[in-house]
């Protein structure tokens, strides 16, 4: 059974205080994984695909990174507007996606 | 926001009522799914949807049924619900890119209550 854990499940950063999101999966045959981000009140807003370890992606303040067992999600130097709930999604291929629980990130000035 | 919209986007019910809720896409996608989200749970496959009439479950499926009488809308509905389904149901529809594995772009979201 595909199974995802995401730590930690809350943070709180002060602004421009960097830090990262773990994402540890058990997926048979590994074929992508996906982070999203949520506010609250909202359906979960895309930010990456990661196909094969080593493989990064950035956007903005957002750097996101694959290995065999894990992803983590970088935030450097964040910003209030960063504050949600950043949930990853591996997938073995097709239709199934197993999300994680989530972090929820908290930003302050 | 993938041309998705869900209604409705509130309900409160009473058990052993029945409940559809609707999503709707404007982009004619062949594959649409029902997601619900719960604390200390990700989010959860309820049903799929892989053309007109063509469905499939998913990994909680017990106690919901779908239809898909045309591409743009899938329902989904609770034959009698039960406090167990207050929960928040998302529908999502998948990118196009044409490789063998692609994400998933969510709608707005129903909260349902069932009291």
């Known amino acids: 059974e595909d199974q995802v854990t995401q730590s930690p499940e809350a943070l709180r950063l002060q602004e421009g205080e960097s830090s990262s999101l773990n994402c540890s999966y058990t997926?048979?045959?590994?074929?992508?994984l996906f982070w999203y981000r949520q506010d609250p009140g909202k359906g979960p807003e895309f930010l990456f695909t990661?196909?094969?370890a080593g493989e990064e992606k950035e956007k903005e303040r957002l750097k996101a990174t694959l290995t065999k067992k894990e992803s983590f999600l970088h935030i450097t130097a964040p910003k209030p507007e960063d504050s949600a709930t950043y949930l990853c999604?591996?997938?073995?291929?097709?239709?199934?996606?197993?999300f994680g629980t989530g972090t929820q990130l908290k930003v302050e000035l | 926001d993938a041309g998705i919209t869900q209604s409705p986007r509130h309900k409160v019910t009473e058990t052993g009522t029945p409940v559809t809720l609707r999503c709707h896409q404007t982009?004619?996608?062949?594959?649409m799914y029902w997601y619900r989200q719960d604390p200390g749970h990700g989010l959860r496959l309820i049903h799929y949807?892989?053309?007109?009439?063509?469905?499939d479950k998913g990994e909680v499926s017990d106690g919901y049924s779908v239809s898909r009488s045309k591409t743009e809308d899938f329902l989904l509905t609770l034959e009698s619900a039960t406090s167990s389904q207050t929960s928040v149901y998302f529908c999502?529809?998948?990118?196009?890119?044409?490789?063998?594995?692609?994400?998933?772009?969510f709608g707005p979201g129903t909260r349902l209550l069932v009291l």
């Open positions: 990661l196909y094969s």
């Open positions: 999604a591996p997938t073995g291929g097709g239709n199934k996606l197993t």
């Open positions: 982009e004619n996608h062949r594959y």
């Open positions: 997926v048979s045959g590994l074929r992508g």
């Open positions: 999502a529809v998948p990118e196009v890119s044409g490789r063998a594995v692609e994400t998933q772009y």
């Open positions: 949807s892989y053309g007109v009439k063509d469905t």
